[in-house]
């Protein structure tokens, strides 16, 4: 759901009050487009711990293997370097 607000802060930056219209805005606001989304708390946060500790996982492995195919083809780029030099 997308809506337009009339949003006033606080000297903090915290949100003070909120309005549908410019009219009801009694002091300075800024005018903002505010998405709302729902929040599905069916899942449990234990399983999407998981998921996440995986992805993480996974992710980490695939830089380790990329750091050492790049180390790989350095030292080849390196050997044809140091044989065009020659």
């Not at 930056?13 to 606001?29: A, Q, T, V």
């Not at 998921?51 to 980490?60: C, M, P, R």
Request: hydrophobic share 35%.
């Amino acid at each position: 759901m997308i809506y337009k607000y009339w949003i006033e802060f606080d000297e903090e930056g915290d949100i003070k009050s909120f309005h549908k219209s410019k009219k009801e805005c009694k002091n300075e606001c800024q005018e903002f487009i505010v998405k709302l989304i729902p929040i599905d708390r069916s899942e449990k946060l234990e399983e999407v711990a998981n998921e996440f500790h995986k992805g993480v996982e996974a992710f980490s492995k695939d830089i380790k293997d990329f750091t050492k195919v790049s180390k790989k083809v350095s030292t080849e780029l390196g050997k044809i370097i140091n044989k065009i030099k020659i």
